[in-house]
Nanobody, 120 residues
């Protein structure tokens, strides 16, 4: 079974920073765009950001532009999500995904999720 393994979640105060990591099998990492989605309690899972397989293009949800940065390290088969200036509304379970679109319905592989909690 393909596994995307996330790490880096936790509890942080508003205005703080966290970095999430997602390690993927090489054959997945090399052939798919990688992204992050999140799901807050009582809400639907939503797209946050994605990076093309080459790393040349990135996409962001409007509310995280300028605060979040996605990157990928081909040598480590790992994608990162640097989150700065965190807000309480960023609280959610964050999921790594192998996807070629921003649609939840078009994700090929999911990680197990990591909790991010931002206190006010």
């Amino acid at each position: 079974q393909v596994q995307l393994v996330e790490s880096g979640g936790g509890l942080v105060q508003a205005g703080g920073s966290l970095r999430l990591s997602c390690a993927a099998p090489g054959r997945i990492f090399s052939n798919y765009s990688m992204g992050w989605f999140r799901q807050a309690p009582g809400k639907e899972r939503e797209f946050v950001t994605a990076i093309s397989w080459s790393g040349g293009s990135t996409y962001y949800k409007d509310s995280v532009k300028g605060r979040f940065t996605i990157s990928r390290d081909a040598a480590k088969n790992t994608v990162y999500l640097q989150m700065n200036s965190l807000k309480p509304e960023d609280t959610a379970v964050y999921y790594c995904a192998a996807t070629n679109s921003g649609s939840v319905d078009e994700v090929y592989y999911w990680g197990q999720g990591t909790q991010v909690t931002v206190s006010s």
